[in-house]
């Protein structure tokens, strides 16, 4: 596989919610780092984690390859969605540190911007043994 089918991949199953699909995209030890410390190992790690993206609606995903090897490669990402509940929002500012921002009861929930560097590295079979990420999130501006 290359840095482009891979991303090209990602996204369908990131915007399609396919946690099945995101597994399959792994070797069966693949690995996915989705911060610099914390990894998910294996087919059902890998389904589990990406089921969060179930928590999410309106998905929009954009990449652009920014160098490829012949056994993996980087990639730029941006990610927009709709936080579909308030579990969803909780995660969210509890990974980025910065906490629930001033909310009235009954406010929307916000629309999502995330940003992101992805580093893969595949197995001669063409699926990805290791996938490294890079990433900040914020609430887009009302």
């Known amino acids: ?31 996915y780092h ?13 389904a589990a ?7 999410q609606q309106e998905i929009t995903l954009r990449y652009e390859v920014l160098g490829e090897t012949p056994a993996g ?3 730029h990402w941006h990610v927009s969605y709709q936080v579909a509940s308030e579990e ?3 995660i969210w500012a509890k990974s980025t540190g910065t906490g629930l921002p001033d909310r009235a009861p009954g406010d929307p929930l916000p629309r999502m911007e995330l940003d992101g560097v992805l580093v893969a590295d595949f ?17 887009r501006p009302a």
């Open 1 to 31: 596989m290359s840095i482009t089918d891979f991303m090209a991949a990602y996204k369908r199953v990131w915007e399609g919610q396919d946690s099945q699909g995101f597994a399959a995209l792994f070797t069966t030890e693949g690995r």
């Open 49 to 55: 984690y990406w089921d969060r993206i179930k928590l």
């Open 123 to 139: 197995a001669a079979s063409g699926l990805a043994r290791e996938v490294r990420i890079w990433w900040h999130s914020m609430p």
């Open 73 to 75: 490669g980087i990639a």
């Open 88 to 90: 969803l929002f909780a």
């Open 34 to 46: 989705n911060t610099p410390f914390q990894v998910q190992q294996g087919p059902e790690a890998l």
